[in-house]
Each structure stands twice: as structure tokens, then as C-alpha cells.
């Protein structure tokens, strides 16, 4: 089965401490997205890329750091220099051509105490 | 920048009926595609339906259709014959051609009353 994998779905950690969210994909797509929801704020776009070793600061990239070493994977890591980390964390995957829709994976709540 | 906004934080409809949800954008763009999310409790995100720009004739799909309006850089989501599994969160995406950049809107909660 294609699709977009995001785990852990629950992710606990102390407050100055970093951590990884985990993304991979099967789809083949060459485009993948880190955004961020929290209530009545929509889903805010953290970073993307376009092609493996590339990628582009979204509109919050502040606080987060991601790499694309791999096509299939785009792990986004939520440093101790973000104020307020704890929300729904959701990573998409998109062709760069065709349809063009961007496909979701089940995301990651983060809480941090 | 690219912006979307959405008006309507939260709507209501009778169940059959015709609700139509807002959105409006801003580009400098010409070629660039329109969706409409669904995110229902599972908080799976769905796509209802997408709009490429250069197409003047608005997409439908099945009960879902849109009206879109590239001059006035409007494209709101027609439900007909509203259902109570249309109840969720509806976000209006939007993503760029140049650069492959995806933004949303901030979302509007779609309440379906018996």
C-alpha cells in the first residue's frame, strides 16, 4: 500500500530537549512539507522540499530544522530554541507535476512538559 | 508572499441543504492550483476537490463544487444536499507552480444540524 508514514502518533518529551518527528513516504513524489496545526491557527507551513538535498523555509521554520537525504524521508527535528512546541505536527508528500494535490500522513501530536 | 484567507471560522446548515463556505486569495501568480481540504475528527486530511487556474470551467465532484473566480482571486466550495458526514474542518489550499509551495487557510468548522 502506498502512503505516507508519520510516527509516533503521541510524542512526550521535557521542555529543552530536542526531537525528531519522524516522515516517509512510498508514493514516489519528489515534493514533501512539514506543517503545523494548533486550534483556529489553520495548518502553518514550517518547510518543504522539492528535491533530495534541497529544501526551503516555510512561513514558522524558526525553531525546527529538517534535512532530505533520502527521497522517501523528510524528518523534521523540533529544536529547544522553539518557544511553544507542543501542537499537531502533519508531513505531506506532492508530485511536482499532475495532479498536484498533496497527500497526508495520520500526524504527530507533540506535547511538551 | 502568497496569502489565503478564510472568513468563516465556523458555519452551521440543515442537513439537504446548500451551504456555500468563502475563500479568497492573493498572488501575483497567473499559473498556480486551488483545493479544498477536509479534516474530519480523525484530523486524515481529504482532498474534496482541486481547481487548476489556467481552467475556466469550475471543477465539480459529485455533491462538491466550486466557484472560481480568478479576477477577483475568489474560490469558495459549493455542498449541495448537505450530509452529516460532512461535518468536519474545511481548509482552502493553495499551491504555487514556481516554486511548489502549499499554504492554507486558517479553516472553517462545518456543523451539520438534523
Known amino acids: 500500500d502506498g502512503g505516507i508514514t508519520q510516527s509516533p502518533k503521541y510524542l512526550f518529551r521535557k521542555e529543552g530537549q530536542n526531537v525528531t518527528l519522524s516522515c516517509e513516504q512510498n508514493?514516489?513524489?519528489?515534493?514533501m512539507y512539514w506543517y503545523r496545526q494548533d486550534p483556529g491557527q489553520g495548518l502553518r507551513l514550517i518547510y518543504y522540499?522539492?528535491?533530495?538535498?534541497?529544501?526551503q523555509k516555510g512561513d514558522i521554520a524558526e525553531g525546527y530544522s529538517v534535512s532530505r537525504e533520502k527521497k522517501e524521508s523528510f524528518p523534521l527535528t523540533v529544536t529547544s530554541a522553539q518557544k511553544n512546541p507542543t501542537a499537531f505536527y502533519l508531513c505531506?508528500?506532492?508530485?511536482?507535476?499532475?495532479?498536484?494535490?498533496?497527500?497526508f500522513g495520520q500526524g504527530t501530536r507533540l506535547t511538551v512538559v | 508572499a502568497q496569502t489565503v484567507t478564510q472568513s468563516q471560522p465556523e458555519m452551521s446548515v440543515q442537513e439537504a441543504e446548500t451551504v456555500t463556505l468563502s475563500c479568497t486569495y492573493d498572488?501575483?501568480?497567473?499559473?498556480?492550483?486551488l483545493f479544498w481540504y477536509k479534516q474530519p475528527p480523525s484530523r486524515q486530511m481529504i482532498l474534496v476537490i482541486r481547481?487548476?487556474?489556467?481552467?475556466?470551467q469550475n471543477a465539480t465532484e459529485n455533491r462538491f463544487s466550486v466557484n472560481f473566480q480568478k479576477a477577483a482571486k475568489s474560490f469558495s466550495l459549493k455542498i449541495s444536499d448537505s450530509q452529516l458526514g460532512d461535518a468536519a474542518m474545511y481548509f482552502c489550499?493553495?499551491?504555487?507552480?514556481?516554486?511548489?509551495?502549499?499554504?492554507f487557510g486558517k479553516g472553517t468548522r462545518l456543523h451539520i444540524l438534523p
Open positions: 498572488t501575483s501568480e497567473s499559473d498556480y492550483y
Open positions: 481547481q487548476e487556474a489556467y481552467k475556466q
Open positions: 508514493l514516489n513524489h519528489d515534493a
Open positions: 505531506a508528500s506532492s508530485t511536482a507535476t499532475g495532479r498536484a494535490e498533496a497527500f
Open positions: 522540499s522539492q528535491i533530495v538535498n534541497d529544501f
Open positions: 489550499a493553495y499551491r504555487s507552480v514556481r516554486d511548489d509551495k502549499i499554504i
